[in-house]
């Protein structure tokens, strides 16, 4: 069974500075996918980014982007530039690519301040 | 185009009671999740519908849930004889294929509560 770790349970960040948040997780499988999702106050999932694990290249997207270490099974999420909008509940999950369901790890409550 | 639905969005029962949860997914996705929250604590797997039928419900925590899906759409999570340790988010996703590594939409959740 797959596993994931999210060893931050809170962090707080200056607005306008860097952050990262730390997710390992443990599998056999070799393809999988890998997802951080926040969830603000409103309860609403946002999906944030996703990796696959077959690509070595890291994933980006605006202001946000990952360290995908997958001989070390890390995924970290690095925000730059942190806004105060960014402040929420931050999950990382695993997929596998032949299941279904996606393991989630205990979550990083993010606090950005001004 | 509209994101995934749920209702009620609180609700608040008696033990003992049932209560019945509702998921419109996103138009087209064929692939549907339940999810549930507790409290301060991440995302535990219920059930994975593809169309109507569920290939893993192994996530279920008792007999007490079930749930079922019609017309490749709507899903109602259904729990009898409601116990208080059932209090938490339920969560609906869909996503728009089988399921292989796609990413999953989520909707706004469910708050029960069971007094």
């Known amino acids: 069974a797959q596993t994931v770790t999210q060893s931050q349970p809170e962090m707080s960040v200056q607005e306008a500075e860097t952050v990262t948040l730390s997710c390992t997780y443990d599998?056999?499988?070799?393809?999988?996918?890998l997802f951080w999702y926040k969830q603000p106050p409103s309860r609403q999932m946002i999906l944030v980014i996703r990796?696959?694990?077959?690509?070595?290249q890291n994933a980006t997207e605006n202001r946000f982007s990952v360290n995908f270490q997958k001989a070390a099974k890390s995924f970290s999420l690095k925000i730059s530039d942190s806004q105060l909008g960014d402040t929420a509940m931050y999950f990382c999950a695993f997929g596998q690519s032949s299941g279904s369901r996606l393991t989630f790890g205990e979550g990083t409550q993010l606090t950005v301040n001004p | 185009g509209a994101g995934v639905s749920q209702s009620p969005s609180n609700k608040v029962t008696e033990k003992g009671k049932d209560v019945e949860l509702r998921c419109d997914p996103i138009s087209g996705h064929t692939a549907l999740y339940w999810y549930r929250q507790s409290l301060g604590q991440g995302l535990e797997f219920l059930i994975y519908?593809?169309?109507?039928?569920?290939?893993?419900k192994s996530g279920l925590p008792s007999d007490r849930f079930s749930a079922e899906r019609t017309g490749g759409s709507v899903s109602t999570l259904t729990i009898q004889r409601t116990q208080q340790e059932d209090s938490a988010v339920y969560l609906c996703?869909?996503?728009?294929?089988?399921?292989?590594?796609?990413?999953?939409?989520f909707g706004p959740g469910t708050r029960l509560l069971v007094l």
């Open positions: 599998t056999s499988e070799s393809n999988y996918y």
């Open positions: 996703a869909s996503s728009s294929n089988r399921g292989l590594g796609e990413t999953q939409y």
């Open positions: 519908f593809q169309g109507n039928s569920a290939p893993d």
């Open positions: 990796q696959e694990a077959y690509k070595q």
